[in-house]
């Protein structure tokens, strides 16, 4: 899922020496050219304003040794121009010139970097509540959520909120990092007050996998190396931890889920006469491996056929897995169109009309029970009408509290009906099956980011006796 937050950001300052330009992610790139010995990862960052996210990141690119040798001299000058005694390596991620000026980040800046043992794309996202969109955004793909809290100040509600993003997209690692361990000398109680604090917070939410470190990016305290300032502390540094997270279960691992982006069929048009009878079904796999010889089914028609082909520009392939890019030829001639998806037989997805969805409300103006929208689910977009908002949630206690409509970064629960069928999966299920954008119907902005529930499921949060019903 992502969501495009580009138009609203300020324009990038390429003249500018200090910041190399932000690379911002690639949702096909694979790794593959990339990959070390560990597997590739994907990390988000995320914190409140001032807690020190940038830094960190910098911190964590330098002591790695992932950066230029020209780009740590251009960050020292400037550091040196502004009355800073050291390197502010919060530039080294902070490209944009709003965020220069404001001192905060504003919009999801990605890097890629790698150890001996592992290789990582990281993005870097805002921490103000007006860019939780931009947080939505970044956290969407990741393989794990580092959410920074200011060991001074504790669980603010921006943490919350950043959590519970973490818990409704199913972030499968969350790491707590308790930073500027610096500014309260080291104190051991400090820490374990704001860790536990943190705890309760990701057990309400139901985050199965939390690891909080004490930390200090401005100093470099268990960013890459384990501190000798905190011998209380007998868990790795965090870069260490990034590095043992074993792999979840892949989207490759699961049932195939193939979205039909595109119809290839050049006829007249073709170079070679070769391809004049030529058909191919492109698209981005979503999840799982394909080969020739695979039974497949095509949704919504339910007709099953036989893959007997794997076509890239490069030529055919022996077997693909996601997230690669490529056309498919398929045995039969069925009437397949863009929104249409292949499928492994087993397991397939039945097309529904109705969803009940978790939502975090992005766009500037309320959502209200009878909008119409537009839902885009993979490669296929419906005209869809809320029908209700079942309630909105409390980022306090975790619970949905009663609502009539949802506002800017809001999470809460809605139900929708739709004008055509969709073939929604549970999120929990998968995550490319059970995500979908909202979509302003007029002005074609991006609304909300959803993921699918099944009817039945309790809330992300037991549900007290409110009547949900609208």
């Known amino acids: 899922m992502s969501t495009d937050t580009r138009a609203e950001a300020p324009a990038i300052l390429p003249a500018d020496p200090v910041v190399p330009d932000p690379v911002h992610a690639d949702q096909s790139f694979d790794g593959s050219e990339l990959l070390a010995e560990g597997g590739l990862l994907r990390l988000a960052t995320a914190g409140s304003v001032d807690d020190g996210k940038s830094t960190l990141v910098g911190r964590l690119l330098y002591d790695s040794k992932s950066i230029l040798a020209d780009q740590l001299d251009a960050v020292e000058r400037v550091s040196r121009e502004r009355g800073l005694t050291g390197a502010d390596l919060a530039l080294l991620t902070d490209g944009l010139r709003a965020e220069r000026e404001q001192g905060i980040t504003v919009d999801v800046a990605y890097r890629y970097f790698a150890t001996p043992r592992r290789t990582f794309i990281l993005a870097d996202c805002p921490g103000h509540v007006q860019y939780t969109r931009n947080t939505v955004t970044g956290s969407s793909t990741a393989d794990v959520l580092v959410v920074l809290v200011d060991a001074r100040h504790g669980i603010l509600e921006q943490t919350r909120r950043h959590l519970a993003v973490g818990a409704l997209l199913r972030v499968p690692h969350v790491i707590v990092a308790i930073n500027k361990l610096d500014l309260v000398s080291y104190d051991a109680g400090e820490y374990h007050r704001v860790a536990a604090d943190a705890r309760l917070v990701a057990r309400r939410l139901g985050i199965a996998d939390l690891t909080t470190v004490p930390v200090s990016a401005l100093v470099g305290d268990n960013i890459v190396e384990r501190s000798a300032r905190t011998p209380w502390y007998s868990g790795g540094s965090l870069l260490e931890i990034l590095e043992s997270i074993e792999p979840g279960r892949g989207v490759e691992d699961r049932p195939l889920r193939f979205p039909v982006q595109y119809v290839l069929r050049p006829q007249q048009a073709a170079a070679s006469t070769e391809y004049t009878e030529y058909r191919g079904y492109a698209g981005q796999i979503g999840q799982g491996v394909v080969a020739p010889g695979d039974e497949v089914v095509v949704l919504p028609s339910g007709r099953r056929t036989t893959v007997i082909g794997v076509d890239t520009a490069d030529g055919s392939l022996e077997r693909a897995v996601a997230p690669q890019s490529v056309a498919l030829r398929l045995g039969d001639d069925i009437d397949i169109t863009r929104g249409d998806l292949i499928a492994a037989v087993d397991g397939a997805p039945e097309p529904v009309t109705e969803i009940d969805a978790m939502v975090a409300w992005l766009g500037d103006r309320p959502l209200h029970p009878g909008d119409r929208v537009f839902l885009k689910h993979a490669t296929r ?37 739709l004008a055509s069928p969709i073939l929604a999966e549970d999120y929990a299920e998968s995550r490319t099956g059970g995500a979908f954008l909202l979509v302003d119907a007029a002005a074609g902005l991006t609304l909300a980011a959803g993921m699918i529930r099944p009817p039945e499921a309790e809330a992300i949060a037991p549900e007290n006796d409110i009547d949900w019903q609208i």
């Open 381 to 417: 977009t419906v005209q869809a009408r809320v029908e209700g908002v079942r309630g909105r949630l409390d980022l306090d206690t975790a619970e949905l509290e009663a609502a009539s409509c949802l506002e800017l970064n809001d999470i809460g629960r809605v139900s929708i009906r």
